[in-house]
């Protein structure tokens, strides 16, 4: 798990102009609402944001016309490009091309995203069949690519490799990914959820598998690792899932989150309580000796349980002050298990927060 540490993770989020990048930037991780995107201005310079998930971030948004070759594509991990479907997406596929040739040439290990945004314009019923035309069309463009002679020409320092058909074919199969979404609905946070999963790389299997055990020795229809802040999953387990589950678990989280800082005052309210009690029984206050960095294992952390339908539960347990596990399980199992669910839920967070220390977080 090295590599890790407080390094931020840089993402650089592309896209022509009014594409959708600084919307869905603000929707996701600043929980600004979609009707009130309308009112930001354009992008005239990069924006630099810090966000600390799972992993720290540094989000990167771009204006529309910015200029690449600025660009030392060895610092980043992701890019996230934002292809509008709601104009003509001719201009904006034929820039994506070499983009990222050039950017895989100079950093390998880069990933990238592609939001293929603004799909709420489309007819539902032809929305998939449109996803499936736009994802062949740039995967045609990139594996029939052939002009490396200007690429060369404009870029005399890069070496590109020499062997083209096999390189493309790794570009395309192994490191672009492509993605419906919109900030009118659930899938800008489900897509923006798959981009940290794959930044997390060799922990996201092991975090994968607590959840795995976890759901099998408690019975659980489905479990989620969520960032409460940004409502996105980190990690989930292989449970089949279906939209309406993630939905359904985001729609929760924000409930909870509205009494956050309710909760974030309970260990403060009860240092307070026992400091007074000791002055009111002239005892020497036992506050003065406590460290005000709680530890995490040892803090009581908000827990809430939800029936649903007839025989359905939600349940929120929360493990730090940016994690959250969200499980949706049988009522019945709930009611006649609890006592074991919650034994093996103090152990994924134990788990859990053992591998947060290892990656020093």
Same mark, same amino acid.
Not at 160 to 186: C, G, Q
Not at 201 to 227: A, R, V
């Given at each position: 798990?090295?590599?890790?540490?407080?390094?931020?993770?840089?993402?650089?989020?592309?896209?022509?102009?009014?594409?959708?990048?600084?919307?869905?930037?603000?929707?996701?991780?600043?929980?600004?609402?979609?009707?009130?995107?309308?009112?930001?201005?354009?992008?005239?310079?990069?924006?630099?944001?810090?966000?600390?998930?799972?992993?720290?971030?540094?989000?990167?948004?771009?204006?529309?016309?910015?200029?690449?070759?600025?660009?030392?594509?060895?610092?980043?991990?992701?890019?996230?490009?934002?292809?509008?479907?709601?104009?003509?997406?001719?201009?904006?596929?034929?820039?994506?091309?070499?983009?990222?040739?050039?950017?895989?040439?100079?950093?390998?290990?880069?990933?990238?995203?592609?939001?293929?945004?603004?799909?709420?314009?489309?007819?539902?019923?032809?929305?998939?069949?449109?996803?499936?035309?736009?994802?062949?069309?740039?995967?045609?463009?990139?594996?029939?690519?052939?002009?490396?002679?200007?690429?060369? @020409?404009?870029? /005399?320092?890069? +070496?590109?490799?020499?062997?083209?058909? !096999?390189? $493309?074919?790794?570009? #395309?199969?192994?490191?672009?990914?492509?993605?419906?979404?919109?900030?009118?609905?659930?899938?800008?946070?489900?897509?923006?959820?798959?981009?940290?999963?794959?930044?997390?790389?060799?922990?996201?299997?092991?975090?994968?598998?607590?959840?795995?055990?976890?759901?099998?020795?408690?019975?659980?229809?489905?479990?989620?690792?969520?960032?409460?802040?940004?409502?996105?999953?980190?990690?989930?387990?292989?449970?089949?899932?279906?939209?309406?589950?993630?939905?359904?678990?985001?729609?929760?989280?924000?409930?909870?989150?509205?009494?956050?800082?309710?909760?974030?005052?309970?260990?403060?309210?009860?240092?307070?309580?026992?400091?007074?009690?000791?002055?009111?029984?002239?005892?020497?206050?036992?506050?003065?000796?406590?460290?005000? @960095?709680?530890? /995490?294992?040892? +803090?009581?952390?908000?827990?809430?349980? !939800?029936? $649903?339908?007839?025989? #359905?539960?939600?349940?929120?347990?929360?493990?730090?002050?940016?994690?959250?596990?969200?499980?949706?399980?049988?009522?019945?199992?709930?009611?006649?298990?609890?006592?074991?669910?919650?034994?093996?839920?103090?152990?994924?967070?134990?788990?859990?927060?053992?591998?947060?220390?290892?990656?020093?977080?």
């Amino acid at each position: 798990m090295s590599g890790y540490g407080n390094e931020r993770r840089k993402v650089l989020v592309l896209g022509a102009k009014k594409s959708g990048k600084t919307s869905s930037l603000k929707a996701v991780f600043e929980g600004m609402t979609p009707k009130d995107t309308i009112w930001l201005e354009t992008t005239q310079q990069i924006v630099k944001t810090d966000f600390d998930s799972i992993l720290p971030l540094e989000l990167w948004d771009t204006p529309g016309s910015f200029d690449l070759d600025s660009i030392t594509w060895e610092e980043f991990s992701t890019v996230v490009y934002m292809l509008d479907v709601s104009q003509d997406t001719h201009h904006p596929i034929s820039k994506i091309v070499p983009t990222f040739i050039l950017a895989y040439a100079q950093n390998p290990s880069i990933n990238f995203e592609v939001f293929i945004h603004k799909a709420d314009h489309w007819d539902a019923d032809w929305q998939d069949e449109d996803f499936r035309e736009i994802t062949g069309r740039v995967m045609d463009e990139i594996a029939d690519f052939s002009d490396w002679a200007s690429l060369a @020409d404009t870029h /005399p320092n890069v +070496r590109f490799n020499v062997d083209a058909d !096999a390189w $493309l074919e790794t570009l #395309t199969t192994e490191k672009i990914r492509f993605w419906l979404t919109s900030i009118h609905n659930y899938t800008i946070y489900e897509a923006w959820s798959k981009v940290i999963q794959r930044l997390m790389e060799d922990i996201y299997g092991t975090i994968e598998g607590l959840l795995n055990t976890f759901g099998q020795q408690s019975s659980m229809h489905k479990s989620f690792l969520f960032d409460i802040n940004a409502k996105l999953y980190v990690a989930m387990d292989i449970n089949s899932v279906e939209s309406s589950t993630f939905q359904l678990c985001s729609d929760y989280l924000g409930r909870m989150m509205v009494f956050q800082s309710l909760f974030d005052n309970v260990p403060e309210a009860r240092k307070q309580a026992r400091s007074e009690k000791a002055k009111r029984e002239g005892k020497r206050d036992p506050t003065q000796d406590e460290d005000d @960095d709680e530890d /995490p294992e040892e +803090r009581e952390w908000p827990a809430n349980v !939800a029936r $649903l339908g007839e025989n #359905t539960s939600i349940c929120y347990w929360q493990f730090t002050k940016r994690l959250a596990l969200m499980s949706v399980v049988s009522s019945d199992v709930l009611n006649q298990q609890q006592g074991m669910i919650e034994f093996n839920v103090a152990l994924l967070r134990k788990a859990i927060l053992q591998i947060l220390e290892a990656i020093g977080q």
